[in-house]
């Protein structure tokens, strides 16, 4: 008599990404996902809904925040160690978070350092400014507080240009990195308030920003679709709305 044993596949848990696109770390980690093909399962939260701040969410993450990684009951919060995560995780190509290169890394860890007091922080208070608080206090905008925080976001545009590129195609070195994927993104925050200009009048910057929207491919306007849309909203009503108050 024969005996067959047969192994069945085992069903591997799918990654879950807890996000909102109009979160800038949220749309990182979403275009990565989607650039390097891991397949992760969506979960959106609302954050203008208040969802993040549900109870379910918060036995999530107390935190209260996007994005959140679900890998198979490890939970992750903070797009940078996210991102490093899954790096490493998936064993991924080295020039997205260099670890063979020392002089590279530190390169790397040097900007996602210097990232959150300067491309992020400028970037979502200028935001904040001409966006957030007209709406949520009914208030015109602080001209002079608007203005200040453009010149400290044309400097984070000189010091990414002076000092993270200088001669090179990308901030860190010759190839894209995470540092690149989270600049972007940041950046991108202007748009939605008609601000990007202060990226396109530096030369260098531009050419970077254009080089790596185009390595990213169409996974930058997947995840851009909501920023374009809150964009093309703001310049046609909301701006104006905004201006008369």
């Known amino acids: 008599m024969h005996v067959y044993l047969f192994t069945l596949p085992v069903a591997m848990a ?19 996902l989607k650039v390097n093909d891991i397949p992760f399962e969506a979960i959106q939260i609302a954050i203008r809904n208040g969802e993040h ?14 994005p959140v990684i679900d890998d198979d009951g490890f939970i992750l ?11 490493m995780k998936y064993k991924l190509a080295e020039h997205w978070y260099p670890i063979a290169t020392p002089e590279t890394h530190a390169r790397v860890q040097e900007y996602l350092n210097w990232q959150h007091a300067n491309t992020r922080f400028h970037g979502t208070m200028l935001f904040r400014i001409l966006f957030r608080l007209p709406q949520e206090t009914k208030q015109p905008v602080n001209k002079a507080e608007a203005e200040d925080c453009r010149e400290r976001n044309k400097a984070v545009v000189r ?24 600049a972007v993104c940041e950046l991108m925050q202007l748009h939605v308030v008609d601000e990007v200009n202060i990226v396109h009048q530096n030369g260098r910057v531009r050419e970077w920003f254009s080089r790596v929207k185009d390595r990213l491919g ?18 046609s009503t909301l701006k104006s709305e905004i201006a008369r108050l």
């Open 14 to 32: 799918k990654l879950k990404l807890y996000y909102d696109l109009m979160s800038q770390p949220s749309r990182a980690v979403y275009i990565f």
């Open 53 to 66: 701040r549900k109870p379910a969410y918060t036995k999530i993450t107390l935190f209260q925040q996007v």
């Open 77 to 87: 919060t903070e797009s940078v160690a996210i991102l490093q995560y899954l790096c």
């Open 159 to 182: 010091h990414l240009d002076q000092y993270f590129l200088k001669d090179k195609n990308f901030l860190c070195g010759r190839e894209i990195s995470i540092a690149d994927l989270l």
């Open 218 to 235: 169409s996974a930058f306007d997947e995840g851009h679709k909501i920023v374009y849309k809150v964009h093309d909203l703001y310049k």
